[in-house]
């Protein structure tokens, strides 16, 4: 059964956590990562504590699961009409148990609580995991282009469960 996920303010202890899923290869390739040494990335997450505090339209949140720690991140992008989401699980070894559909779901509620209208995800047509990942939060594909598609999830048109998400794990 999947750990239940919580979300909290990104801290610079994340930024380490986070940086050291550059040293596993599965995460670098299928996150897309940029090849840089591990202190790079060290300071690249770091950087990233410091952007959300100085862009109020962007934030990276911690997933948390008891037990475990920080399992993956959660990042919010405010659009003109809806707020981008990115997320991750790390190291990959925790992949294909449920968590990265947890990420997400915990993100939605959090969007719910925001009072957002709707949240966006771009996505490769190639990415099976992340797209499972969208299927399983309710996301629909709204375009479909050769090399990225557009997940939509509208939060207007019913309440958001404040009791957390129903997952399938
Ligand atoms: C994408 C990511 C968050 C998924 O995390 P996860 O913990 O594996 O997610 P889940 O366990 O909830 O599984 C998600 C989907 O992957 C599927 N899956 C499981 N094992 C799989 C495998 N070996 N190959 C392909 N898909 C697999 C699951 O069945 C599920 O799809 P379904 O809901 O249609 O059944 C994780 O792989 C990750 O962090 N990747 C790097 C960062 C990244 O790519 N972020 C997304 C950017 S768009």
Redesign the pocket.
């Known amino acids: 059964m999947?750990p239940p996920v919580t979300l909290r303010a990104f801290t610079l202890q994340d930024a380490g956590v986070v940086a050291s899923w550059a040293l596993d290869p599965a995460?670098v390739a299928?996150?897309?990562w940029s090849c840089r040494t591990a202190a790079e990335h060290r300071e690249h997450q770091r950087r990233l504590v410091s952007r959300s505090a100085r862009f109020p339209g962007w934030e990276r949140l911690a997933a948390t699961t008891p037990g475990l720690g920080v399992v993956?991140y959660l990042d919010l992008a405010a659009g003109p009409d809806a707020t981008e989401v990115?997320?991750?699980?790390?190291p990959?070894a925790?992949?294909?148990?449920?968590?990265?559909?947890?990420?997400?779901a915990a993100g939605v509620v959090e969007a719910g609580r925001r009072g957002l209208p709707a949240l966006l995800?771009?996505?490769?047509p190639a990415?099976?995991?992340?797209?499972?990942?969208l299927?399983?939060c309710g996301f629909t594909r709204v375009h479909a282009g050769a090399d990225t598609e557009t997940w939509r999830l509208g939060l207007g048109t019913k309440p958001v469960d404040e009791s957390g998400p129903t997952l399938?794990?």
């Open positions: 999947t995460f299928l996150a897309g993956g990115g997320y991750a699980v790390g990959s925790r992949w294909g148990r449920g968590l990265g559909s947890a990420v997400l995800a771009l996505v490769s990415h099976a995991r992340s797209r499972g990942v299927r399983a399938r794990r």
